[in-house]
């Protein structure tokens, strides 16, 4: 036999603005990927070269990377409440 379906709770706060999950993820590792980027461009001595680019591209989307893993992990968390 089948359990019946739970209704969800009406008391759950709603989201404000419907933002989705995918849009999101990538907002976000986009915006890592920036922010890595320009840091350590700043960090290296100039003149760049072309081994300086590879790594700084190599670690930038590393990070985005990372924050999409870690919103993708964390992100559908439950609350035990």
């Known amino acids: 036999m089948t359990a019946p379906t739970p209704k969800p709770d009406e008391n759950t706060p709603r989201r404000r603005f419907g933002v989705p999950r995918p849009a999101a993820l990538a907002g976000s590792a986009f915006l890592a990927f920036a922010v890595f980027t320009i840091a350590l461009l700043r960090v290296l001595p100039e ?16 990070a985005g990377l990372i924050v999409v893993f870690a919103g993708l992990v964390l992100g559908r968390r439950k609350k035990l409440d």
Request: charged share 10%; aromatic share 6%.
């Open 47 to 62: 003149p760049h070269t072309r081994s300086d680019y590879l790594i700084v591209g190599t670690l930038a989307t590393l």
